[in-house]
């Protein structure tokens, strides 16, 4: 029998995968596999970002540059050269920012910024995970419902609690 697996005693609780994506490098190279290739509707802002939010399995995939990520995690465009390059990006929202971040910190895990407020409201704690991938433990009002128990997404699942599944 599938088990859901959630470690007792944790602070984090992960409600869901708010985004993932490549980091990406070549924009257009990027976005003629993932768009035109793969037939991914992505939307484009100003700033070169483009995403969607209409995928089924993730409320985000999007192809982040990296100069926005290092901006997001350093406050500047370019990437320090101390740190590892990442590949890709992975949120998850979880219920008590503040907690798991304190949590992360405790478990000696390098935290690149804390309780970033980005500009569209997400607030994001970012570390680099051993495989390379920019890690980000958020909170997303947008994508949450008004109890914050659960994701806004039909057919989200609404509870994180472990219990074995028949």
């Known amino acids: 029998m599938p088990r859901l697996v959630c470690k007792e005693g944790s602070a984090t609780r992960v409600l869901f995968v708010a985004g993932f994506g490549p980091i990406v490098r070549d924009r257009e190279a990027s976005r003629r596999l993932y768009g035109d290739a793969l037939g991914i509707r992505l939307d484009a802002e100003d700033d070169g970002y483009l995403h969607t939010e209409g995928l089924a399995g993730v409320k985000t995939f999007a192809l982040w540059p990296l100069a926005q990520a290092a901006e997001s995690c350093f406050g500047t465009p370019e990437w320090p050269k101390h740190v590892p390059v990442p590949q890709a990006w992975l949120e998850f929202d979880v219920d008590d920012l503040e907690a798991a971040t304190a949590e992360l910190r405790a478990k ?5 910024v804390a309780a970033r407020v980005e500009p569209w409201g997400q607030t994001v704690t ?4 051993p495989e390379g991938i920019l890690v980000g433990i958020t909170h997303t009002p947008s994508m949450c419902s008004p109890d914050r128990g659960t994701a806004s997404s039909p057919g989200a699942p609404t509870s994180t609690t472990p219990e074995e599944t028949a």
């Not at 970012?126 to 995970?129: I, K, Y």
């Open 126 to 129: 970012r570390l680099l995970a």
């Open 108 to 112: 000696g895990y390098a935290i690149l």
